[in-house]
């Protein structure tokens, strides 16, 4: 009986894909930003010309299977998005944000270029015909201009796509692990491979800053290096071995400090705000009936991805070994909402937005951008391999077990200083006073006592690592950060010896937390620090409107908080008269 049932199942479903055809209503995409100046280097930092190659390359291939529909190939399906306009860009179809690292929105233009290419056509419209009779065409033969939102780390906007920036609760937990026997253990069991490299590619370190403490930056060296310095890739001293060990020993490291663990999920708090932008853009294409955020576009660091896969069990699911290790510069990941219709459809008939029992939800992953990395679907929440895809209400559920109700969960989860959160929290805690909400079950302190007391932590943990290791042959030292528009945790020290630095000072990139040891171990995890340039483009969008059609999203989270009287956060009435100055004898 149970090969007959088999072969019943296979026949309707066989039969169901002949009667129908897909067809896809939106897309969200988040792209790791390509090759850049290692924070090693002296600076400035940006984006390098391999790095806009791959990420150009990346925007191919979006193109190609959302776009023009020409993606059937071995690295994509066509997967067309419905209604999308294929060669003149419309801004109103797109979501593009960025955060303002000058390597990440370089690479989110690098990216956009391929995605909408110059057109190298004349156009004849309204905007291009002259009263003269003569025609005006754009710049660079046609070049298309995207509307790429950049976000500095004062805009909460910016938490969605790196939502471990300014959490002093994931700095806290990462401070502890630093601690803790097995990471002191794997520092002193891979130092003498380290210190085998002193004399090839990390010839300009001194020896107590080769460790595996500085996994991730010395693997962002040592792949840079390998990739540009002719003399070192023709050595024989520094083999594609030695940088894939390299890499496995940064996997190791960025994986600990961005995946839960038995302490809770505060350190896959990217991941975690990361889930509720994919949420809730496709909660606003299903409140628009398929005409808004038709294709929304990320472009970060690889901190969300690391966190996501862990959070989904991509990471301990069927294809685990592929979810293990950090991404590739250009990989992306996908989610696509879609749903069926009937067979045949003209080219001129209009489809009608589905119901939400109608929506179906597929998860993509390509690592890197080479010519044998393949968009490659793959199930989510320990589905098994069969179950790639997934109804829209499993798909909620599934995401909503660890992304994030609101903003008052992020600030709250995180103790963090933001100044948003000042404003946030003020509007939040009104309503409790009032008898309007519910306390979050969280702190309860303010954001500014939160971020000076979460700065006292970990400053007091710093020392008490500093006091455990210091038992075991290390010690801890801690440098002063530059004055900066943000603080963090920051910078790995420059030898002052000369070498291959061009001076002893700290960089912006960096981080600045530093153990050394006796055998010379130097531990720094690796931190993105604050934007170059405090670019606060407002997002025009709520985060969640809480006006999203009855019965469209089957979540109940909310990603905005509007205050009681509808001018925006903090109850602030932004049309009413000004604050006056006091004037008195």
Not at 206 to 229: I, K, M, R, S, V
Not at 257 to 267: A, L, Q, R, Y
Not at 284 to 312: D, I, R, V, W, Y
Request: charged share 15%; proline share 5%.
């Amino acid at each position: 009986m149970a090969p007959l049932f088999t072969a019943i199942l296979a026949l309707s479903a066989t039969a169901l894909a002949q009667r129908t055809q897909q067809v896809v209503w939106s897309a969200v995409t988040y792209t790791y930003h390509g090759e850049k100046t290692p924070s090693l280097f002296p600076g400035p930092y940006d984006l390098t010309p391999v790095g806009a190659q791959q990420l150009y390359e990346a925007g191919q291939i979006v193109r190609a299977r959302y776009i023009t529909g020409s993606g059937n190939s071995s690295l994509t399906n066509s997967s067309p998005i419905n209604g999308i306009n294929i060669n003149p860009i419309d801004n109103s179809q797109l979501n593009i944000l960025a955060t303002d690292d000058p390597w990440v929105s370089a690479s989110a233009m690098a990216f956009m270029q391929a995605l909408y290419p110059p057109r190298d056509t004349v156009v004849l419209d309204l905007e291009s015909m002259l009263g003269n009779s003569s025609l005006e065409q754009y710049p660079l033969n046609g070049y298309q201009y995207p509307n790429i939102e950049t976000l500095s780390m004062l805009d909460f906007h910016h938490l969605w796509i790196a939502g471990a920036d300014n959490c002093n609760n994931y700095d806290i937990e990462n401070v502890v692990s630093l601690s803790s026997p097995a990471y002191v253990q794997e520092i002193q069991s891979t130092n003498a491979y380290y210190q085998s490299l002193g004399n090839s590619v990390f010839w300009a370190f001194t020896p107590d800053e080769l460790n595996y403490g500085n996994a991730w930056t010395l693997w962002e060296y040592a792949a840079f290096e390998y990739q540009h310095n002719q003399t070192l890739y023709q050595s024989g001293n520094f083999t594609a071995d030695d940088l894939a060990t390299l890499y496995n020993l940064a996997s190791q490291q960025q994986r600990l400090f961005n995946t839960p663990d038995s302490t809770g999920t505060v350190k896959a708090m990217a991941g975690r705000t990361f889930a509720s932008k994919v949420l809730q853009s496709f909660q606003h294409q299903m409140a628009s009936n398929g005409s808004a955020e038709k294709l929304t576009l990320l472009f970060g660091s690889f901190e969300p991805m690391l966190a996501f896969f862990a959070l989904s069990n991509l990471a301990t699911g069927p294809s685990a070994s592929r979810f293990n290790s950090l991404p590739l510069h250009g990989s992306t990941m996908t989610f696509e909402l879609y749903s069926y219709t009937p067979m045949p459809m003209s080219q001129s008939a209009t489809i009608p937005f589905p119901s939400t029992e109608e929506l179906w939800v597929r998860f993509l992953f390509r690592n890197g951008t080479g010519a044998s990395d393949p968009f490659v679907e793959y199930p989510l929440f320990g589905r098994g391999n069969s179950q790639d895809d997934m109804t829209w209400s499993d798909f909620v559920f599934g995401m909503g077990a660890f992304s994030l109700g609101d903003l008052v969960d992020w600030c709250l989860e995180c103790a963090s200083g933001s100044l948003f959160c000042e404003a946030i929290l003020l509007n939040y805690y009104s309503e409790i006073g009032s008898g309007t909400d519910t306390p979050k079950k969280a702190t309860t302190l303010s954001a500014p006592i939160a971020g000076v007391i979460g700065a006292t932590v970990t400053i007091g943990l710093m020392l008490i690592v500093g006091a455990i290791l210091a038992l075991v042959g290390f010690r801890l030292d801690y440098h002063p950060r530059e004055k900066r528009a943000v603080s963090d945790l920051g910078v790995l020290k420059r030898s002052g010896s000369g070498g291959g630095f061009k001076g002893a000072e700290k960089l912006a990139s960096d981080t600045d937390l530093t153990m050394k040891g006796g055998a010379g171990a130097s531990v720094v995890r690796h931190e993105r620090v604050g934007s170059w340039e405090l670019n606060d483009s407002p997002d025009k969008r709520s985060a969640l409107d809480k006006d999203i059609e009855s019965g469209r999203g089957l979540s109940k989270t909310t990603y905005g908080r509007p205050s009681e009287d509808g001018h925006g956060i903090g109850g602030v009435d932004p049309y009413g008269e000004p604050v006056k100055a006091l004037d008195q004898v």
